[in-house]
Nanobody, 112 residues
């Protein structure tokens, strides 16, 4: 069964940190990306990582995010730090080669 499951979201105060996980089953992650859908906005790519581990961080989260992967666990991570309310939203991961898959998302709320 093919599944992509995000976890690690929640409430965090401004300036706080979170580590999001994206676990794949039934297929290999291959290249993957993390997307943020802020309230009332379109889903946007914020970070990506190649199958070889090369990261790309988009300007919107530059300096506040680290993307990584553990192929032994078929899981990718997005570490977010020094968060601001503008980073509130649902974080999704997309992964796969050929057919690509989306997870159900994990909500992050940055509020004081």
């Amino acid at each position: 069964q093919v599944q992509l499951v995000e976890s690690g979201g929640g409430y965090v105060q401004p300036g706080g940190s979170l580590r999001l996980s994206c676990a794949a089953s039934g297929f290999s992650l291959n290249a993957m990306g993390w997307y943020l859908q802020a309230p009332g906005k379109q889903r946007e790519l914020v970070a990506a990582i190649s199958s070889g581990g090369s990261p790309t961080i988009l300007d919107s989260v530059n300096g506040r995010a680290t993307i990584s992967r553990d192929d032994a666990k078929n899981t990718a991570y997005l570490e977010l730090r020094n968060l601001k309310p503008v980073y509130t939203g649902v974080y999704y991961c997309k992964a796969g080669s050929g057919p690509t898959y989306w997870g159900q998302g994990t909500q992050v709320i940055v509020s004081g």
